[in-house]
């Protein structure tokens, strides 16, 4: 409740209404364009100003003053009206409807010769409104147009009209950094499991040939908040393609194949090799949020998925994922909100007496899915 001293906050669009006079003029176009945009019900217009879409579908129908006193504020008054469509429940759609002072055809910031604003203002006398209304088709346009010239070299604003526009719709600006790194194609978006604006704030290192441990790091950071570190070098066994194992001479392979001891020479079907694995290890996390990463969610996902985006198939990794005995609460068979026993996760089996600081290291490996059937997996 307001002090006597202080009065009541009004909502922004209850302000915007009682005193335009306080709101600069782009800003205010922002706030009525977002507050139709989130209109659920409909019943206000939604196209955005200078958008390409039909004068009667647009969320802001401008007008200018014609009045030839000089006017200290942008914006003199702010309403509604009827658009003349109508809404998904089958009533009467609305506008909002801005009438500025800084612009327009007549009035004392106007083009034309201050002849024209008397006539309007005599018409008006007469309740006559068909010459303004004819110049105010004018003046809606070349008022969005100059919206529009603003919006245009405005980034964010950009980006926020995109976002209200539809979430397969994307801004040029943020297209063009996505074309860095691949995605700039509309068939490429929004097809991995972690929004395409985290691709968009790591362009620089999605967009090289080759990306180091110390940019994969500060990606991983950046994009999950998670302390890691890259531990190269791998060792693991590869299958050998049978095509170069080592064959004797017969009547197939002629002299053979791979049969020159010391030089060429593979004898089993695996073969070790050091320099296409890594892993990911991540410092010790506390029991919530090592959930958060068990086989099958969400973010265990988006992890993956980013990894393998920035480091390419080339190479193959695992995530090393740790937290303290102490941590993990002991085993139960119950179903909670806070507690869902995951075998191999947090099903451990502990003593009367455990060390609080003995730490528990679990290897996932980049393949490893969720199970559509067996034990049931955390969902968080």
């Not at 100003?49 to 030839?68: D, H």
Request: charged share 20%; net charge negative.
């Amino acid at each position: 409740m307001a002090t006597p001293r202080r009065r009541k906050d009004l909502a922004l669009i209850d302000q915007l209404k009682q005193e335009p006079h306080r709101f600069e003029f782009f800003q205010a176009v922002r706030i009525l364009e977002t507050a139709s945009a989130q209109d659920h019900s409909q019943q206000y217009a939604r196209a955005p100003v200078a958008a390409l879409a039909q004068p009667g579908k647009e969320a802001i129908r401008f007008t200018c003053s014609e009045k030839l006193h000089f006017i200290g504020e942008d914006i003199l008054s702010i309403g509604t009206e009827p658009n003349g469509e109508e809404s998904a429940s089958g009533e009467q759609q609305i506008r909002w409807l801005m009438n500025v002072s800084f612009f327009g055809l007549a009035g004392a910031q106007g083009v034309l010769p201050y002849r024209f604003s008397e006539i309007i203002q005599q018409e008006q006398k007469s309740k006559n409104t068909a010459l303004k209304d004819f110049f105010d088709l004018f003046n809606h346009r070349s008022t969005s147009l100059f919206h529009q010239a603003w919006h245009k070299y405005r980034l964010p604003v950009n980006y926020e009209r995109a976002r209200q526009s539809g979430k397969s719709h994307k801004d040029l600006f943020t297209n063009a950094i996505l074309s860095l790194a691949g995605l700039g194609t509309s068939e490429l978006h929004y097809r991995l499991p972690f929004p395409d604006e985290m691709i968009a704030g790591l362009t620089s290192g999605f967009a090289r040939q080759t990306t180091t441990a110390s940019d994969l790091k500060g990606m991983i950071r950046h994009a999950f908040g998670l302390d890691v570190d890259i531990s190269q070098f791998q060792g693991q066994w590869q299958p050998l393609d049978p095509e170069v194992a080592c064959r004797l001479p017969d009547e197939e392979t002629g002299l053979g194949i791979n049969n020159q001891l010391g030089v060429n020479t593979v004898i089993g079907s695996y073969c070790y090799h050091a320099q296409s694995k890594f892993s990911v290890v991540i410092a010790p996390l506390p029991y919530k949020r090592f959930m958060e990463l068990a086989p099958g969610t969400r973010k265990l996902e988006a992890l993956k998925s980013m990894i393998k985006l920035a480091v390419g198939t080339e190479l193959e990794f695992d995530i090393a994922i740790t937290t303290t005995q102490s941590k993990v609460p002991p085993c139960r068979l119950v179903q909670e909100d806070d507690y869902q026993p995951t075998l191999g996760w947090n099903t451990h089996l502990h003593a009367d007496k455990i060390d609080a600081i003995e730490s528990i290291d679990i290897h996932l490996s980049q393949s490893i899915e969720q199970p559509e059937e067996g034990l049931q997996l955390a969902n968080t």
